[in-house]
């Protein structure tokens, strides 16, 4: 896949988990939501992450390795703070 096309379309999906992303911070009360929406909401926060990182990895220089730990050590934490 050309560098250009990879770019774009990484784009693209990042921008649409950003806005799915907002959309359920925005109309969904934690407190009451079912397992599923909790699930969809890791789902889309893993898409979210990634995106993100391999967009900053286009630029700069990250190992495959430091994108996994990064992205294992936000989900450790948003365990952590879920708080049952």
Do not use: C, E
Not at 40 to 45: A, G, N, P
Not at 56 to 78: E, G, N, S, Y
């Amino acid at each position: 896949m050309k560098p250009k096309l990879f770019i774009g379309i990484n784009l693209i999906v990042t921008l649409v988990f950003l806005i799915v992303f907002v959309i359920i911070l925005y109309s969904v009360d934690p407190f009451k939501a079912s397992p599923f929406l909790i699930v969809i909401f890791y789902i889309v926060l893993f898409g979210l992450t990634s995106g993100v990182l391999n967009l900053i990895a286009t630029q700069i220089k990250i190992p495959a390795w430091a994108r996994i730990i990064i992205a294992l050590i936000i989900v450790f934490l948003l365990f952590l703070s879920h708080g049952h």
